[in-house]
């Protein structure tokens, strides 16, 4: 069990740091042949490291680093089905078997050891984490790549800067920063709540996080528009994109009028949704205020 696990940790960081690496380095090819066997001497002994058994470092590194090497310059000495990453995880998996030692027990308390181990495990385990969090991190930051609907390929770290670039970030951080400014200026507590409401509210609406703007650029109308008007709309457009009768293409008419049908019964829902919060607000504010005016007229009598 103890091989096999150490086997799938060398394995695993060997791909997790060679993957890490940016691609638009100078030297890329030469930081990752001498990263990934340290990344892999690093996986087999810390997987050989726990319990009683100890395994020195330098074995299994020394080993990867002059395995992987000369087959990574000269594959033909490898079989066809090995190739540079199983052979050197092999061998320092085996060389770390070869080299292993077995920890003296201690003679202290066994309750102070188990205290002393823990400590060690929680610290050694966040320290692994945070390194295999970074590291698949930078892989994706810099490494994954996004097709826009033009066919073009771009990096993710390049899209995330055009985003924070963008017209949709700025109007987020506008809308952001004075509804924050609004909420400061209020000086009662119903002001204040009122404050807090509208902010998320703005911010819902930036976002666009139920999607209604979206769904008016589908109909091709604006946020300010009436119930009529989208009916209208709705129908002009079902009536030209409907899949039996247009001009376009079954498959494209087909997908035009299912975006078209999706958006205008989406709005119906959040206006008809909307219409009822607001009925229930006005029901609960006119009985608040009969309530106050009762109060107030027993109080004066």
């Known amino acids: ?30 930081v990752k042949l001498c990263l990934g066997p340290l990344a892999l001497a690093c996986g087999v002994w810390i997987a050989g490291n726990y319990g009683r058994q ?14 992987h090497t000369v087959l990574h310059y000269f594959p033909s000495l ?58 698949f991190t930078a ?39 004075k509804l924050l400014d609004e909420i400061a200026q209020s000086e009662t507590d119903e002001e204040d709540a009122k404050s807090w409401e509208d902010f998320f509210n703005g911010i819902k609406n930036v976002l666009d996080v139920d999607g209604e703007r979206r769904y008016f650029a589908v109909l091709g109308l604006t946020p300010d528009a009436t119930n009529q008007e989208i009916k209208k709309t709705y129908r002009s457009l079902a009536k030209k994109w409907h899949p039996d009768h247009n001009e ?17 019964e989406a709005l119906v829902k959040l206006r008809s949704l909307r219409g009822q ?5 006005k029901a609960e504010h006119q009985s608040f205020s009969s309530e106050k005016s009762t109060n107030h007229f027993h109080t004066d009598l």
Request: one cysteine or more; glycine letters at 4%.
């Open 277 to 281: 919060k607001r009925n229930r607000d």
């Open 248 to 264: 376009h293409g079954d498959k494209a008419a087909a997908t035009r009028f299912m975006e078209i049908q999706e958006a205008y």
């Open 78 to 135: 490898a079989s066809g089905s090995i190739s540079a990453l199983n052979a050197a995880t092999f061998s320092a998996t085996a060389v770390a078997q070869c080299y292993r030692e077995y920890r003296p027990l201690s003679n202290g308390p066994a309750r102070r050891r188990r205290r002393l181990g823990l400590c060690k495990r929680v610290v050694i385990l966040s320290m692994g984490a945070m390194l295999v969090s970074t590291a």
């Open 54 to 67: 100890q395994v020195n470092f330098m074995s299994p590194l020394t080993t990867a680093l002059v395995v």
């Open 1 to 30: 069990a103890r091989v096999l696990y150490q086997i799938c940790a060398g394995s695993m960081y060997f791909s997790i740091a060679t993957v890490a690496v940016p691609t638009f380095i100078p030297y890329c090819d030469e």
């Open 139 to 177: 892989a994706i930051l810099f490494n994954a790549e996004i097709v826009d609907e033009n066919g073009q390929t771009l990096k993710l770290s390049d899209a995330i800067s055009n985003f924070f670039k963008s017209p949709a970030w700025a109007e987020f951080g506008e809308t952001f920063w």
